[in-house]
């Protein structure tokens, strides 16, 4: 069983489009994270969500809007796509918001933008 | 600001030899220190964590590391590296008193050869 599963894997669009990415965890975590690994393998956060609440809400364009619908669940939406949103997004989950508890990973999301 | 700095892009060793991943850190309060490391194509993997206590901490597949307060230093090391050990390797700070935010540092790739 996946823990942390993210859909697509792959996803590949123009410039201009709006995408989603779908993040579920069978963990029972009650916190949930977007990440970005840029093409120089650099990880940044983007957001955490605890138990469906905005927690963290790093620099990102508004073009990007994550979505909660329930604690499992963490999707992201990326509205008129640029170039430079070419990465991999990797949603992560934890228990709780902080603490000693380690973040468990997907196995990514890798969107290119052309 | 808490911040973590690989100093090295890429660390190559020949298989059976000891292997060093080096990792200093920055933050105002307590640290707790991580590291994953990431398989192509892959989510990051848990491989071990500083809390308290015992400076050095083992974890998955042989590794361990030794946390050093004086030099804020969290290195990985392996007794005797195996060609399966090559991957990309991050570290990872939480401050304690700073909030939830877990910030990697740069990753560094790992290279072992037969």
């Known amino acids: 069983d996946t823990a942390v599963s993210q859909t697509p894997k792959y996803l590949v669009t123009q410039m201009g489009n709006d995408k989603s990415i779908k993040c579920e965890q069978n963990?029972?975590?009650?916190?949930m994270y977007w990440y970005k690994q840029d093409s120089k393998k650099f990880l940044k956060i983007m957001f955490s969500y605890n138990n469906k609440e905005l927690i963290i809400n790093e620099t990102v364009p508004n073009r990007f809007s994550p979505k909660s619908p329930d604690k499992a669940h963490l999707n992201l939406h990326i509205n008129s796509l640029e170039l430079g949103d070419s990465a991999v997004y990797f949603c992560a989950s934890s228990p709780i918001p902080g603490g000693s508890a380690p973040l468990h990973f997907g196995n990514g999301t890798r969107l290119t933008v052309t | 600001a808490q911040s973590v700095a690989q100093p090295e892009d890429q660390v190559n060793v020949a298989e059976g030899n000891p292997l060093t991943v080096k990792c200093t850190y920055s933050?105002?309060?307590?640290?707790?220190l991580f590291w994953y490391v990431q398989y192509p194509n892959r989510g990051l993997q848990f491989l071990l964590k500083y809390i308290t206590g015992d400076n050095l901490v083992k974890g998955s597949y042989g590794f361990e590391a030794e946390f050093n307060k004086s030099q804020t230093s969290f290195h990985l090391k392996k007794p005797s590296a195996l060609v399966s050990d090559s991957a990309l390797y991050f570290c990872?700070?939480?401050?304690?008193?700073?909030?939830?935010?877990?910030?990697f540092g740069g990753g560094t790739r790992l290279m072992v050869k037969p």
């Open positions: 933050v105002s309060g307590n640290p707790y």
């Open positions: 990872a700070v939480r401050d304690l008193d700073a909030g939830n935010m877990l910030t």
């Open positions: 963990l029972g975590h009650d916190t």
